[in-house]
């Protein structure tokens, strides 16, 4: 479980880092400063003064008509993802699957993840979340991204907006992460494609 020092920390980092486009697209009726203030309130942090604010600029996001990465050994190199949610009622008991593999299809890593109570589309984000700290772990710096949750895939690649108060955050923070990273993809896959990663998601519900 994540300690309430993460979560300001999170908080925090969405505040500076998130670039003003993207909050006018999940917030059209706001300010994208307003929404940074909200975010460092909730934080504990003070709101700085826009004189002061990071003027860094931010990684540019990868778009759905990305050409395809070049396959590559990491670290440093070209990573394939696979994650998945699982919820037993929608809301109930949930569960994340991650797999992570190399640009040979070498798996590198695999996570299953006890998530307690919550909806099948928050599973689905917490497991992209997992999913994407792996490939951080281990250096990855291309990521082919694979869900079987369209809704998900068509929110992150920016075909839909993120209505959901419970979803918000969480596209917050993997759109965060994916700046991470030189370049990434997504893309919706079958249920059979993604067998792996369910088993991983239902492992971490029958583990708990």
């Known amino acids: 479980m994540r300690e309430r020092g993460q979560d300001r920390e999170v ?21 994208p400063q307003t929404i940074r203030d909200a975010l460092l309130r909730a934080s504990g942090a003070a709101a700085p003064a ?12 990868s778009r759905p008509d990305a050409p395809p990465a070049s396959p590559g ?7 394939i993802l696979y994650t998945d949610g699982a919820s037993r009622g929608n809301p109930g008991e949930a569960g994340a699957g991650a797999v992570l593999l190399d640009g040979e299809r070498r798996q590198l890593a695999s996570r299953a993840i006890y998530l307690g109570q919550c909806t099948n589309n928050v599973a689905e984000y917490r497991a992209l979340l997992a999913g994407l700290e792996l490939a951080l772990q281990h250096g990855c710096d291309r990521l082919d991204i694979f869900l079987d949750s369209e809704l998900i895939v068509r929110q992150i690649s920016g075909q839909y907006k993120v209505k959901n108060a419970h979803l918000q955050p969480l596209y917050l923070q993997a759109k965060v992460l994916l700046q991470r990273f030189r370049g990434w993809r997504i893309k919706h896959v079958p249920r059979a494609e993604n067998a792996r990663a369910d088993q991983l998601a239902n492992q971490g519900i029958d583990e708990k």
């Open 73 to 79: 050994p990491p670290p440093g190199g070209d990573c």
């Open 11 to 31: 908080l925090q980092g969405l505040a500076e880092r998130l670039p003003s486009h993207l909050l006018r697209e999940l917030f059209p009726d706001r300010e």
């Open 50 to 61: 826009a004189k002061s604010r990071s003027t860094a600029p931010s990684l540019p996001f």
